[in-house]
C-alpha cells in the first residue's frame, strides 16, 4: 500500500517555466511534509517541508501548498532553471514517529 | 562537519556473501536511519535509531538483514547471505532532532551477482 502518491512520473518544462508536482495521501494522521531534492548519484536532500497548520510556505523560487481536506500537497518551483533539473520526492510521518514515508519520486528536467 | 559518511561508495559481491555497509553521522545527531532505494520500490525505510537505540525496524525485509549502532558515530547494516534481489542504493542519514530535516549521505551502491 503506498501511503503517498506522487504524480507525475516525470516533467519536463522550459527554462523560466512553472514546475508543478502533486503529492496524495491517506493518513490524516500524517503532520510533517517534507520535498527532498536528489540529483544523479547523490543522496536526496531537503528542499522545503511544511506541516499542517499553514496551508502555503514559500521559501526562494520554492513553495509547498498544502490542502488538508483533500489530503494534498504540492510543490510549485517557479522560474525553473536547469539546475532544478533532479528528481523530486515528497514524503509524509506522523507524530510519534520518524519515519518518512516517501513518494516515488518526479523526474524534473528542464531545458535551457 | 563532512555530513554523513558512508562507505563502501560500491560495493559488488557475489551471492552467498556477507555484505557489511557502514555509516558516521554528523556528530550530535540523535536520530539515524538507513533507507535502501530502488527503481521498483523507490525509497524506503529500514530501521531508525535513536540515542543509538533501534526505535522502528519493521522496514527491514528479512532476517538477513541486521543493522547495529554501538556508539553515536558508527552504525553498520549487516546482509548475511546477500541476494541478487539485494542489489540497491543504500542511503544512510541523520538527524538533530525530531521531525527536522534528514541529512543523507552519499549512498552505498550494492550489486549482488
Known amino acids: 500500500q503506498q501511503q503517498v502518491k506522487q504524480s507525475p512520473q516525470s516533467l519536463i518544462v522550459q527554462k523560466g517555466g512553472i514546475s508543478i508536482i502533486n503529492c496524495a495521501y491517506e493518513?490524516?494522521?500524517?503532520?510533517?511534509f517534507p520535498w527532498y531534492q536528489q540529483f544523479p548519484g547523490k543522496g536526496p536532500a531537503l528542499l522545503i517541508a511544511?506541516?499542517?497548520?499553514?496551508s502555503e510556505k514559500k521559501e526562494g523560487r520554492f513553495t509547498i501548498s498544502f490542502n488538508k481536506s483533500a489530503k494534498q500537497f504540492s510543490l510549485h518551483i517557479m522560474d525553473s532553471q536547469p539546475g532544478d533539473s533532479a528528481t523530486y520526492f515528497c514524503?509524509?510521518?506522523?507524530?510519534?514517529?520518524?519515519?518518512?514515508?516517501f513518494g516515488k519520486g518526479m523526474k524534473l528536467t528542464v531545458n535551457p | 562537519d563532512a555530513g554523513v559518511i558512508q562507505s563502501p561508495r560500491h560495493e559488488v559481491t557475489e551471492m552467498g556473501q556477507e555484505v557489511t555497509l557502514r555509516c558516521k553521522p554528523i556528530?550530535?545527531?540523535?536520530?539515524l536511519f538507513w533507507y535502501r532505494q530502488t527503481m521498483m520500490r523507490g525509497l524506503e525505510l529500514l530501521i531508525y535509531?535513536?540515542?543509538?537505540?533501534?526505535?522502528?525496524d519493521s522496514g527491514m525485509p528479512e532476517d538477513r538483514f541486521s543493522a547495529k549502532m554501538p556508539n553515536a558515530s558508527f552504525s553498520t547494516l549487516k546482509i548475511q547471505p546477500s541476494e541478487p534481489r539485494d542489489s540497491a542504493v543504500y542511503f544512510c542519514?541523520?538527524?538533530?532532532?525530531?521531525?527536522?530535516?534528514?541529512?543523507f549521505g552519499q549512498g552505498t551502491r550494492l550489486t549482488v551477482v
Open positions: 556528530s550530535g545527531h540523535d536520530y
Open positions: 514524503a509524509a510521518s506522523q507524530g510519534g514517529s520518524e519515519k518518512l514515508v
Open positions: 511544511i506541516r499542517p497548520d499553514v
Open positions: 493518513n490524516t494522521a500524517f503532520d510533517y
Open positions: 542519514a541523520s538527524s538533530p532532532f525530531f521531525h527536522t530535516e534528514a541529512f
Open positions: 535509531f535513536n540515542n543509538n537505540v533501534p526505535i522502528d
